[in-house]
């Protein structure tokens, strides 16, 4: 009894004595497949042309917006060296205010003292008579006043001799 599913001997024979044919080779696969690629390759040059136009027009659109952020970082650079300036003469002009507190301490102090001084003799003089009455003098050269002292000297200065 022989296999349904196998061939018969004789088959199997003859496929032996005869030379296998040549497969059909596939040209037009791969004439397909090259003209697809070659599409899509057209496709993704073309895209990326476009994308690279949009970019420049996009990087045109936001020029002045650099600028602009360009000025904004300049102008807060010199901005923030002035506050850091300020801060340095604020801190100098602090600690000259706190050494000059204790002077103006001190000098304040020596005002009081001065007052005190004042005051006592602003007392003193207030107890002191405003005139006094002074005796006449007796004597002496009669209302007349004494006859300037005679000198006969001279110095050396300007060649004089």
């Known amino acids: 009894m022989t296999n349904p599913l196998r061939p018969a001997d004789a088959d199997r024979e003859r496929r032996r004595e005869d030379p ?72 100098d002009a602090s600690t000259g205010y706190g050494s000059l507190v204790g002077s103006v301490a001190e000098t304040q102090a020596s005002l009081d003292a001065l007052a005190r001084i004042i005051a006592e003799l602003e007392g003193i003089g207030a107890n002191t008579p405003t005139h006094l009455s002074l005796p006449a003098i007796q004597g002496g050269l009669g209302g007349q006043s004494a006859p300037p002292p005679k000198h006969h000297a001279t110095t050396g200065a300007s060649g004089a001799k």
């Open 20 to 91: 296998p044919k040549p497969r059909p080779r596939p040209y037009h696969v791969v004439v397909a497949l090259g003209l697809s690629a070659s599409a899509y390759a057209f496709s993704l040059a073309t895209v990326s042309r476009l994308q690279v136009a949009d970019d420049r027009d996009l990087i045109a659109e936001r020029a002045p917006v650099e600028r602009a952020i360009g000025l904004l970082r300049r102008t807060h650079d010199t901005l923030e060296a002035n506050i850091d300036r300020a801060r340095l003469v604020y801190g």
